[in-house]
């Protein structure tokens, strides 16, 4: 490969690693073209970009970025996910698909610039998504002004109620 080709690649994968709010280690090593294909085409469809790289030039590549804290760890056999919005997405992706195939690992990552080892990686693929946080964020801020709406309504119905009963009686007699 000739150093025009390699400085290159590094530039390629530094650009996707200083964009990504996650950067996933994992290990590949005896999986198939057909596995690796299906992990990519999940992976493509959760926006995660996932790169196998020489470790020389991934250590080039994230070297005095945001995921810098990986450049010693970058040994052996691996290949780099990428995630770009939402970290769990990501996380949960890899740790699904490492469920399901004996061959594949997640190594460790780096959480905005913070290493996690692989024990990291499954708890936080159990977090609820950004749009579910979200989504629980405003029901939790819809249900007060909801509950103090149902609040001052029982009160005002309580009140009706009784006038209409003492009306009812007033009537009658």
Do not use: C, W
Not at 11 to 32: L, S, Y
Not at 34 to 54: N, P, S
Request: proline share 2%; charged share 25%.
């Amino acid at each position: 490969m000739q150093r025009a080709q390699k400085n290159e690649i590094v530039e390629k994968v530094r650009a996707k690693a200083d964009r990504a709010g996650i950067a996933v280690v994992t290990d590949f090593r005896g999986m198939t073209v057909e596995e690796m294909t299906d992990l990519r085409v999940k992976l493509r469809a959760a926006g995660v970009d996932y790169q196998v790289v020489k470790n020389t030039l991934a250590r080039l590549a994230v070297k005095d970025g945001v995921h810098d804290a990986l450049k010693d760890h970058l040994k052996e056999n691996n290949a780099i996910a990428f995630g770009y919005d939402d970290p769990v997405v990501a996380a949960k992706v890899l740790v699904d698909y490492a469920k399901t195939s004996k061959k594949f690992t997640v190594k460790l990552a780096s959480l905005s610039g913070k290493v996690i080892d692989a024990q990291g990686v499954t708890d936080l693929s159990k977090l609820p998504s950004k749009p579910e946080l979200l989504a629980q964020a405003l029901g939790t801020m819809n249900a007060v002004p909801t509950n103090l709406v149902s609040l001052f309504a029982n009160t005002i119905r309580g009140m009706l109620y009784a006038l209409s009963a003492i009306k009812e009686k007033k009537e009658a007699a």
